[in-house]
């Protein structure tokens, strides 16, 4: 099992103004800190800091000879405030904006020696929390890869996130099914079609389409914790890199590293042509900037299931030979 390290903030100052309390967990996988390139990975909303290894929820892309190899570089991943990991909750979790996430992992890279990011990479809110540091810090990151996410709440979004806080908070068994809602948004009609075929369990008698979300349901049910769910919902609903700044455009220009848009053409959940618009909005501003795309039939969750394409379509970014001494 790989070493959950933990690191204090006193007196963390929120963007509400509040000052709390705050200890941060991370894991490092790979080489010493100090001692090769630094790989930030944020996780999604349900993730957590364990991105590699035999439990690892991106071991396929993270490892020794994978897409982030662990015998170049140091991968560091820390786990979200409040997303209950080592009871690791946030008390009043409505203060919180995902710019205070980006804020804590900032301060705590800093008080451990980290004065430059090779790559920060993340699917989901993990992605958009790559597009908040990166705008907060335009001179820290050199790669800047958001997979699977926008930079900003759309209304799909707070839609979304406003029905998974009212199952969370209504329902007689709220984690599952918020999660049972949330796995349609991250799946698309074909690849439950393909999967199940309107198919019968021969035990239960039920439709396997819907044994397979009861399962994921008490899945999740078992394994987080519902003060997490709320506050990672609530941070996914507070997305947005130019609150109370300059306009989009002219912030992203400011950024100094390449920028690697990575989008899911059946994403139902931060939709293939929200990103393509964004590609579009920054072209012009922005001579480093890439677009790529995942083809599959799995919609959002193909970040978590296209390993091979996601390898290929990132390849050029984490080939060793461009890695600096």
């Not at 848009?261 to 012009?284: A, G």
Request: net charge negative; hydrophobic share 40%; with cysteine.
């Amino acid at each position: 099992m790989q070493t959950l390290h933990k690191h204090t903030l006193t007196n963390f100052k929120l963007q509400c103004g509040k000052a709390v309390p705050l200890t941060v967990s991370y894991q490092v996988f790979g080489k010493a800190l100090h001692e090769a390139p630094v790989v930030l990975v944020n996780h999604s909303l349900t993730g957590n800091a364990n991105v590699s290894g035999n439990t690892g929820w991106w071991s396929d892309i993270i490892g020794p000879k994978k897409l982030v190899d662990t015998e170049v570089y140091s991968v560091i991943a820390f786990n979200f405030p409040g997303n209950g990991e080592n009871g690791s909750f946030l008390e009043d979790y409505q203060d919180w904006i995902l710019r205070d996430v980006s804020e804590a992992i900032k301060i705590s890279l800093d008080e451990l020696g980290i004065k430059q990011l090779f790559a920060a990479i993340g699917g989901s809110i993990g992605g958009a929390l790559a597009w908040e540091m990166a705008v907060s810090y335009p001179e820290f990151i050199e790669n800047v890869i958001p997979i699977a996410c926008h930079w900003q709440a759309t209304d799909w979004i707070l839609a979304n996130t406003l029905l998974q806080d009212r199952l969370l908070k209504n329902s007689e068994q709220p984690l599952e099914d918020a999660r049972i809602h949330a796995m349609l948004c991250y799946r698309t009609p074909q690849s439950l079609s393909s999967r199940f075929g309107r198919t019968i369990h021969p035990e239960l008698h039920k439709f396997n389409v819907e044994t397979w979300l009861l399962h994921h349901g008490e899945k999740l049910a078992n394994r987080f914790d519902i003060k997490a769910y709320l506050s990672m919902n609530h941070l996914l609903a507070s997305i947005d890199i130019c609150q109370g700044r300059d306009s989009f455009e002219a912030l992203v220009s400011r950024i100094r590293g390449n920028i690697y848009i990575v989008s899911i053409d059946t994403d139902l959940f931060f939709p293939h042509q929200d990103n393509r618009d964004t590609y579009r909005r920054l072209f012009n501003c922005k001579p480093n900037i890439f677009f790529k795309t995942i083809n599959s039939i799995h919609g959002h969750d193909a970040f978590l299931i296209e390993f091979e394409q996601l390898t290929t379509l990132l390849k050029e970014v984490f080939n060793p030979v461009k890695v600096p001494a």
